[in-house]
C-alpha cells in the first residue's frame, strides 16, 4: 500500500486518554490510542507524538496561581501521559521512546532533534513530552514546532468533530465546514482549532 505521508507527527489531547470520567487515564482507551498508532506506523510511516495533559491537569483554568507554575505543572502531567502511552504501545507490541523537554532522566531522555529522527528511521514510535521545556506555550505550539524540527510531512491532530468549523458544530447546528484553510485563514479569522502561536509557525 502506498502512503501519503512518510513522516508524521500527531497531537494526542489528554482528554482523548481519559474517556467519560473526563480524568485520570482509561486503559481501554490508552490501548486503542497504541493501536491505532501502531497500525499507522504498520504502514511504513514514521511517528511522532505529542501528548497532551489535560486529563490531569490545565494550566490555563488556574485563577489563582502563579501563571508559569501552573503551566509547569501541566509539563508533568504530559509527561505522565507519555509515559502511558509508551507502556500501552509496548504492550501492542511497538517500540516506543519518550523525550521530554524537562530534564528528568531518570524517567525518560532529554529531548535531542537527531536522536529523535534516528529512532523514527527504525521504525520506534517517538513520543515528545513536558512541551517545550518553557512556562506560556501550549501542547499546539509544541506540536507545530517539533514538526518542523524533525521535518513531518504533516501535523495530525484529533478533535471532538470531524473538520474545522466557523464556530463549534456542537452548539451551532448552522456551522460553517471549511474543506481547505490556509494558516492566515486561520488566524484571521481567529479560528479556534489550535491556539494562535502555533497557527503562525
Given at each position: 500500500?502506498?502512503?501519503?505521508?512518510?513522516?508524521?507527527?500527531?497531537?494526542?489531547?489528554?482528554?482523548?486518554?481519559a474517556?467519560?470520567?473526563?480524568?485520570?487515564?482509561?486503559?481501554e482507551?490508552?490501548?486503542g490510542?497504541?493501536?491505532?498508532?501502531?497500525?499507522?506506523?504498520?504502514l511504513g510511516?514514521?511517528?511522532?507524538?505529542?501528548?497532551?495533559?489535560?486529563?490531569?491537569?490545565?494550566?490555563?483554568?488556574?485563577?489563582?496561581?502563579?501563571?508559569a507554575?501552573?503551566?509547569?505543572?501541566?509539563?508533568?502531567?504530559?509527561?505522565?501521559?507519555?509515559?502511558?502511552?509508551?507502556?500501552?504501545?509496548?504492550?501492542?507490541?511497538?517500540?516506543?521512546?519518550v523525550?521530554?523537554?524537562?530534564?528528568?532522566?531518570?524517567?525518560?531522555?532529554?529531548?535531542?532533534?537527531?536522536?529523535a529522527?534516528?529512532?523514527?528511521?527504525?521504525?520506534?514510535?517517538?513520543?515528545?513530552?513536558?512541551?517545550?521545556?518553557?512556562p506560556?506555550?501550549?501542547t499546539?505550539?509544541?506540536?507545530?514546532?517539533?514538526?518542523?524540527?524533525?521535518?513531518?510531512?504533516?501535523?495530525?491532530?484529533?478533535?471532538?468533530?470531524?473538520?474545522?468549523?466557523?464556530?463549534?458544530?456542537?452548539?451551532?447546528?448552522?456551522?460553517?465546514?471549511?474543506?481547505?484553510?490556509?494558516?492566515s485563514q486561520?488566524?484571521?479569522?481567529?479560528?479556534?482549532?489550535?491556539?494562535?502561536?502555533?497557527?503562525?509557525?
Amino acid at each position: 500500500m502506498e502512503v501519503k505521508y512518510k513522516r508524521v507527527l500527531l497531537k494526542v489531547s489528554g482528554e482523548a486518554l481519559a474517556g467519560a470520567a473526563h480524568t485520570g487515564i482509561n486503559d481501554e482507551l490508552l490501548v486503542g490510542v497504541a493501536e491505532d498508532i501502531k497500525a499507522i506506523r504498520d504502514l511504513g510511516v514514521q511517528v511522532a507524538v505529542v501528548v497532551g495533559g489535560g486529563n490531569f491537569w490545565r494550566g490555563r483554568t488556574s485563577e489563582h496561581m502563579d501563571r508559569a507554575s501552573a503551566d509547569y505543572m501541566g509539563m508533568l502531567a504530559t509527561c505522565i501521559n507519555g509515559l502511558a502511552l509508551k507502556d500501552a504501545l509496548r504492550r501492542v507490541g511497538a517500540e516506543a521512546v519518550v523525550q521530554t523537554a524537562l530534564e528528568i532522566e531518570h524517567v525518560a531522555e532529554p529531548f535531542h532533534r537527531e536522536k529523535a529522527i534516528k529512532y523514527l528511521e527504525e521504525g520506534k514510535i517517538v513520543i515528545f513530552s513536558a512541551g517545550l521545556g518553557s512556562p506560556f506555550f501550549s501542547t499546539d505550539t509544541t506540536a507545530a514546532l517539533r514538526a518542523a524540527e524533525i521535518g513531518a510531512d504533516v501535523i495530525l491532530m484529533g478533535k471532538k468533530v470531524d473538520a474545522v468549523y466557523d464556530s463549534d458544530p456542537e452548539k451551532n447546528p448552522n456551522a460553517r465546514r471549511f474543506s481547505h484553510l490556509t494558516h492566515s485563514q486561520v488566524l484571521e479569522m481567529d479560528l479556534k482549532v489550535m491556539d494562535s502561536t502555533a497557527a503562525s509557525h
